[in-house]
């Protein structure tokens, strides 16, 4: 799976209030309107300027905060291809994982990629390649059956294709 | 190699014998859902072409984020929830009942050494009980509704040892701040975090509870304490089931061990705008308070109400102070009720209102506008949380809280108890 887009550039913990306000997210589940307001405490228009595939990079605990799964799916409604952070808080990595939205934990992309810049992301590989400046990081490597989840669209899609969950094959 | 108490919770619920690190699969013994949470659930189980929930009576649907209702959307949400209980035979705590994280322990959900998920980040609160509890999200929530089962990655275990007495005006959450200092906001990630030392043999279960709930924003997994008379005692006129009380083994192995000395703690806040920017309070004393909240499922409970009490009593709020006072579950209100401390609030001029969880999601009742400072007893303070971005929120606990409604500004509690260190 390869993902190749521009990257918008955030800081160290943003939380799952800023990705979504808890302002909006307790009146509806229309991900269409919900996702108007995505990221608004930081960048305003974000939900407006936002393309199809472009790439989120940011420091330390991404989504720190609510486990409010509202987060990770009003990025991937605006079609936001991969989130690369320093670090990630632990449910906000799961719920990307379960809906079907890459997560990628690379130490040392964000501090050398820039706003603007085009990153090209092999999630098999563990590889982040900024295409701007030309150079090449190692990500942490993914459980197979996370990558297979995120290949295979997300939990529910997973189910369907299956009919069963897939975590039921890692019982010992 | 010895185990901790999580380690062994996970070994017993997956059939193996786990170290950290391990993937394993495990039972779930209980599972809960709020409004902010429960809807998108409900959405995945039936996009998966579920028909019926593995277990009825293991699940628990709460309505407590915004309840009761501040909008039509937010009802139709509801009416959503209410329409699948009914359907699934599940059991539903409607307005007004109170905290799903107050209700879970209270209704006979939690026994210690049991597995506990929920669809809400400080499900991590029933550690207090000897339990493993953590949140997920919401389409886990709906794969464990449908099949009872969940993938958990065996966390390491940091040991906060706490010893010694609490010194007059600090309290359990002025613990929890501490560590949030020490740890960081991600300091903890991954990981369960086991209190133990003579502080929290001590402490109520009421305040170990605070302590396991605001583990999630050190970013760990699960907290816990191990269970004991304490517990036993809470959960005997709640449950007929018995539970599992474990203890960690003497040789078990942790990633850290943090050691705290009770005495020497003082009043703490966290600062705008990040649960890790721990100050005492006396620094920071003078900043001026729109709004005070006392309530939460870190600190609504009776013996947190009872603390803002010794305060409260015979004061005043501030005029140009809103004190909101939101009980954490009916049984709380109405112990409080009974005790008379409901009157002595509304006298002091709080406004009480039912139990939920208020304005901490920052979707109702005493939203904050541009500027605002709020001191509140919950446990989140980021840009944004209770409104408007320009707002500033000091998580404090329930006697700072007090003490600053009584005098308008950020204000070290123990100016009114008679000891000033």
Redo the contacts between chains.
């Keep these: 799976m390869t993902i190749k887009g521009q990257v918008w550039k955030f800081g160290d913990a943003v939380s799952t209030d800023a990705i979504i306000s808890g302002k909006y997210k307790f009146k509806t589940i229309d991900l269409e309107e919900l996702s108007q307001h995505a990221m608004e405490t930081l960048v305003p228009d974000f939900a407006k300027r936002v393309k199809r595939g472009d790439v989120i990079v940011a420091g330390e605990n991404f989504g720190c905060g609510s486990s409010r799964e509202q987060a990770p799916l009003v990025l991937k409604h605006l079609g936001v291809g991969a989130i690369v952070a320093k670090s990630f808080a632990r449910i906000f990595y799961r719920n990307c994982v379960n809906v079907g939205l890459p997560v990628v934990e690379c130490r040392e992309a964000p501090d050398r990629t820039r706003q603007g810049d085009t990153l090209e992301i092999d999630l098999r590989k563990g590889l982040v390649v900024n295409l701007t400046t030309g150079e090449t990081f190692r990500a942490k490597p993914m459980p197979e059956f996370l990558l297979q989840m995120l290949e295979d669209g997300g939990l529910v899609e997973q189910f369907k294709k299956y009919g069963e969950f897939r975590w039921s094959t890692l019982s010992r | 190699m010895g185990k901790t108490i999580t380690e062994k919770i996970l070994s017993r619920a997956?059939g193996?014998d786990v170290s950290p690190g391990d993937?394993?699969?495990a039972p779930i013994d209980a599972c809960v859902a709020h409004?902010?949470?429960a809807?998108?659930a409900i959405?995945?189980f039936r996009?998966?072409?579920a028909r019926k929930v593995w277990d009825p009576s293991r699940v628990a649907l709460v309505i407590d984020?915004?309840a009761p209702s501040s909008?039509e959307?937010?009802s139709n949400?509801h009416i959503m929830m209410r329409q699948f209980a009914a359907e699934q035979g599940i059991r539903l705590f409607d307005v007004g009942e109170g905290i799903c994280h107050q209700l879970m322990p209270e209704k006979g959900y939690v026994l210690p050494g049991r597995v506990i998920v929920g669809?809400?980040?400080h499900?991590c609160t029933y550690g207090a009980f000897g339990a493993f509890s953590t949140?997920?999200?919401?389409?886990?929530l709906?794969?464990v509704l449908?099949?009872g089962?969940?993938?958990f990655k065996v966390p390491e275990t940091i040991r906060c040892l706490i010893s010694g007495r609490l010194p007059q005006g600090v309290l359990p959450k002025d613990v929890i701040l501490h560590l949030l200092g020490l740890i960081g906001?991600?300091g903890a990630?991954?990981k369960a975090i086991e209190f133990s030392g003579s502080t929290v043999a001590e402490m109520s279960v009421s305040g170990r509870m605070t302590l396991c709930n605001m583990v999630?924003e050190m970013?760990a997994?699960s907290g816990i304490v191990e269970p004991d008379e304490k517990v036993r005692e809470f959960l005997r006129r709640r449950t007929e089931a018995e539970g599992e009380y474990l203890k960690s083994d003497p040789d078990a192995e942790y990633s850290d061990t943090i050691r705290v000395s009770a005495e020497g703690l003082e009043p703490l806040v966290a600062c705008p705008s990040?649960v890790d920017n721990v100050r005492p309070v006396r620094e920071v004393e003078g900043a001026k308070v729109d709004q005070v909240f006392l309530g939460s499922c870190t600190n609504g409970r009776l013996e947190d109400l009872l603390e803002a009490a010794r305060i409260l009593k015979g004061r005043r709020v501030k005029e140009g102070v809103r004190m909101l006072v939101i009980p954490a579950s009916r049984e709380v209100y109405l112990e409080a009720l009974r005790m008379g401390l409901l009157q002595m609030f509304a006298e002091a001029g709080c406004s009480i209102y039912g139990p939920g969880c208020g304005p901490c999601?920052?979707?109702?009742l005493g939203?904050l506008g541009q500027g605002e400072i709020c001191v509140s007893t919950s446990n989140?303070n980021?840009?944004?949380?209770m409104?408007s971005?320009e707002a500033q929120i000091y998580l404090a606990s329930p006697l700072t809280a007090a003490a600053s409604a009584v005098t308008g500004e950020l204000t070290d509690p123990r100016r009114f108890l008679g000891e000033r260190s």
């Design positions: 997956s193996h993937i394993i699969v409004d902010g949470t809807p998108l959405r995945a996009e998966m072409g984020h915004i909008s959307g937010t949400l669809a809400d980040s499900t949140g997920i999200g919401s389409t886990e709906a794969a449908v099949s089962k969940l993938w906001a991600d990630t991954y999630v970013g997994k990040s999601p920052g979707g109702h939203v989140r980021f840009v944004g949380r409104g971005k």
